[in-house]
């Protein structure tokens, strides 16, 4: 699998006719079945990472706009990618990031958020391996390090 290629990105225009409004959606597709399990590959992790900076790039050029994010049971791999994308936000800003308190919060909307401890752990995986990407931890503008030597397993 290319890392390039891991996921699928479509770009929808929605028109209403009565109105004469248009509106562009930008669709986002990973593959996400082993993210429920330890069997996430070196090549999924970074395909992970790099859909989650490419919706970053999008929400920086679209003005923040809300994300949906959803999967077959709407709580296990959606969970994680949400807890995940909620850690990396508050890391920027904060500088720090309580994994546990997020995605309690989550829960109070979305029972049931993470289901196993892979998964939490999973989540867990991902941040690091994220934060090992950036030179300037504090605010992640600095330089990317090179992924191939961070991501080499």
């Given at each position: 699998?290319?890392?390039?290629?891991?996921?699928?990105?479509?770009?929808?225009?929605?028109?209403?006719?009565?109105?004469?409004?248009?509106?562009?959606?930008?669709?986002?597709?990973?593959?996400?079945?082993?993210i429920?399990?330890?069997?996430?590959?070196?090549?999924?992790?970074?395909?992970?990472?790099?859909?989650?900076?490419e919706?970053?790039?999008?929400?920086?050029?679209?003005?923040?706009?809300?994300?949906?994010?959803?999967?077959?049971?709407?709580?296990?791999?959606?969970?994680?990618?949400?807890?995940?994308?909620?850690?990396?936000?508050?890391?920027?800003?904060?500088?720090?990031?309580?994994?546990?308190?997020?995605?309690?919060?989550?829960?109070?909307?979305?029972?049931?958020?993470?289901?196993?401890p892979?998964?939490?752990?999973?989540?867990?995986?991902?941040?690091?391996?994220?934060?090992?990407?950036?030179?300037?931890?504090?605010?992640?503008?600095?330089?990317?390090?090179?992924?191939?030597?961070?991501?080499?397993?």
């Amino acid at each position: 699998m290319n890392i390039d290629n891991y996921y699928t990105q479509t770009i929808l225009r929605v028109l209403d006719t009565q109105a004469g409004e248009e509106q562009t959606i930008i669709l986002i597709q990973l593959p996400l079945s082993n993210i429920v399990s330890d069997e996430l590959s070196h090549t999924e992790r970074v395909g992970i990472l790099s859909a989650i900076e490419e919706i970053e790039k999008i929400q920086r050029k679209t003005g923040n706009n809300p994300i949906l994010v959803h999967c077959s049971d709407t709580v296990s791999r959606s969970g994680v990618f949400c807890v995940l994308y909620t850690s990396i936000q508050q890391m920027k800003i904060e500088q720090q990031v309580n994994i546990y308190e997020i995605l309690y919060n989550m829960r109070t909307c979305k029972p049931g958020l993470i289901t196993t401890p892979v998964q939490y752990k999973m989540v867990y995986l991902l941040l690091m391996r994220y934060v090992e990407e950036f030179e300037a931890y504090g605010n992640f503008e600095g330089q990317k390090k090179d992924t191939e030597s961070i991501y080499n397993d």
